[in-house]
């Protein structure tokens, strides 16, 4: 078992553009709020078929993924994960605007809140990110930050080119010491 310290020492190594102290091991995020649909035959239905679009996906089976994804929101048109599941196979199909959709869908219904939000709100600032739209992509990365997401963090600092070469130049010097190469510092 690794201290907290040890853990920190890692996160360093593996993550040289993040600020000291900051980490990617540990995401903080709250649990999406219940609805009264979650607890009925249908939530219970829904979250399984989410369950099976997920195991179609890792198995490469986007087509049916997205069946099943869309088979869980017929039953339950409420829950945001089920939006934000099919966004990700849709973004895996190239189908941007379908995948927007969803994820709009996904934030609207859980009010900002929660994980499906965080989740939606981070793939949203990737396709901004990959559209080399970087203002709505910062934005989306801080509210999925400040919903607990450490991807998102990560972001943030990649995005911001005086932050990213502090923080390398930080490590660089930090790994010279611990090999020695530094005298007199």
Do not use: W
């Not at 690794?2 to 993550?15: E, G, K, Y």
């Not at 927007?100 to 609207?108: G, P, R």
């Not at 939606?120 to 801080?142: C, G, K, N, P, V």
Request: glycine share 8%.
């Amino acid at each position: 078992m690794t201290s907290a310290s040890d853990r920190a020492v890692l996160n360093s190594i593996f993550n040289p553009l993040l600020p000291v102290g900051e980490c990617v091991y540990d995401e903080d995020i709250p649990a999406d709020l219940k609805d009264a649909d979650d607890n009925s035959p249908e939530g219970h239905e829904a979250k399984a078929m989410e369950l099976k679009g997920v195991k179609a996906a890792e198995a490469g089976d986007v087509d049916g993924a997205i069946k099943f994804f869309s088979d869980a929101i017929t039953m339950v048109p409420s829950r945001a994960s089920g939006y934000n599941n099919r966004a990700q196979a849709l973004r895996l199909q190239g189908k941007i605007e379908g995948a927007m959709a969803d994820l709009d869908k996904a934030i609207t219904l859980s009010e900002g809140k929660g994980r499906a939000a965080c989740q939606a709100y981070t793939q949203r600032a990737m396709i901004h990110r990959l559209q080399e739209r970087d203002e709505l992509a910062r934005s989306d990365f801080q509210v999925a930050a400040s919903l607990g997401s450490e991807f998102a963090k990560a972001q943030l600092v990649q995005m911001n080119p005086y932050a990213a070469l502090c923080n390398k130049m930080l490590h660089d010097v930090f790994s010279k010491l611990q090999r020695g190469e530094c005298e007199g510092v």
